[in-house]
């Protein structure tokens, strides 16, 4: 079965996880801050907050921004449901605003419908790895006196009009499980040009203490206070020598990832039924995802269909989602979102990650190619 998405690991990758296990750190030690820093540089931003998965990172930026009962958070439909999951463990309401049907990303107009006076901040969400409209966010967030949180998991080395992922919003935060563009095995890190809430969150992500045990053990001190609420956050020096390693080799691997997404536009571009997302003018995509939209009332096939067919011919393909509005713990308070809605219905992953091979990529697009041609009535 070929994946939608893979880690790469190598032997550099091997002797960089022997090395910390060999080291008197396994966990809270110099790797996280040298993992920190690296992402920080890459990024074009001053700090960064690392921790053991991206929810964990979208957690700690809600706890951060003041997130509390009776507040707002407007987010896109079209997400992970971690990205809505985030403002209610705060206690907060999370609003779901629409797509705009040509990008999935979410729309500007419909989060300005959305802003009530509890609104505090937005999430908007770089979705499958092209940076969002985040000019016209900025200009409704300073409009209204919010805060603007990205969801970039999808677009670690994405920029919009030569700008950074990880510039664009107050905060970011990024994911690295597996299939995302660098792993860490689990993790997840916040960047941020802002040094208070830096603090707030490495506080946060080690049960709310104000030293962690590398800071004790190098003040030869054991004080520490509990100014506040935290969780264990924390991630390993383990996985932040393999996030470094990997870090290292991700200009190449986006490289070749956008190699792959142009043969996919070449070779489906014209395809009957299946139609490609638009990617903006100014961005570099990052294409965390090859997201396609199937057109039933042309190829004859729904995409439940197709999906089945692929996997019939050895392609693991995924569905990158389900609107939030047909979510069960959404569905009873969330205003419709018709685009989303309907693309949960029309959408389908195809394989891309950084260890695909042009011989998987033509097996997966003469696959899509015979099974739309078989359908065609």
């Not at 080799?249 to 014209?270: F, G, I, K, S, V």
Request: hydrophobic letters at 40%; charged letters at 20%.
């Amino acid at each position: 079965m070929i994946p939608y998405g893979r880690q790469a690991i190598d032997e550099s990758d091997i002797e960089a996880v022997i090395a910390a296990l060999r080291s008197d750190w396994l966990t809270t030690g110099p790797r996280v801050n040298d993992f920190e820093d690296a992402m920080a540089a890459f990024t074009g931003t001053s700090h960064g907050v690392a921790v053991n998965s991206g929810t964990a990172a979208l957690h700690c930026a809600m706890q951060a921004i003041g997130i509390e009962p009776g507040d707002e958070v407007i987010v896109p439909a079209m997400t992970f449901v971690a990205t809505a999951n985030c403002v209610c463990y705060q206690g907060g309401t999370p609003v779901i605003a629409d797509v705009c049907r040509d990008t999935l990303l979410i729309d500007p107009q419909d989060v300005r419908r959305r802003i009530t006076p509890r609104t505090k901040a937005i999430i908007a969400v770089d979705y499958a790895g092209q940076p969002a409209d985040w000019d016209a966010l900025r200009g409704i967030a300073n409009e209204h006196g919010l805060i603007l949180v990205a969801d970039g998991c999808h677009a670690l080395g994405a920029t919009d009009k030569g700008r950074s992922v990880g510039t664009l919003a107050d905060m970011t935060t990024f994911s690295f499980h597996p299939v995302k563009h660098i792993t860490t095995c689990e993790g997840g890190m916040i960047v941020t040009n802002n040094s208070e809430w830096t603090e707030s969150m490495r506080r946060f992500r080690n049960h709310g203490m104000t030293t962690d045990g590398r800071q004790r053990e190098e003040g030869k001190g054991w004080q520490y206070d509990v100014p506040g609420p935290g969780y264990n956050y924390r991630l390993s020096d383990i996985q932040c020598a393999l996030g470094i390693s990997q870090l290292k080799r991700l200009p190449q691997w986006l490289a070749h990832r956008r190699m792959l997404a142009e043969r996919y536009t070449e070779a489906l571009n014209y395809v009957e039924g299946i139609e490609m997302l638009s990617v903006r003018s100014t961005v570099e995509h990052g294409w965390h995802l090859m997201v396609v939209r199937v057109d039933s009332t042309k190829a004859g096939l729904d995409r439940d269909h197709l999906f089945g067919g692929l996997r019939d011919h050895g392609i693991g393909a995924n569905v990158h989602y389900r609107s939030l509005t047909l979510l069960g713990k959404f569905s009873s308070f969330a205003r419709s979102c018709p685009v989303a809605e309907a693309a949960s219905e029309e959408i389908i992953t195809l394989p891309l990650h950084q260890g695909m091979s042009s011989e998987e990529l033509s097996h997966v697009i003469h696959a899509l190619k015979e099974c739309c041609k078989g359908a065609v009535r």
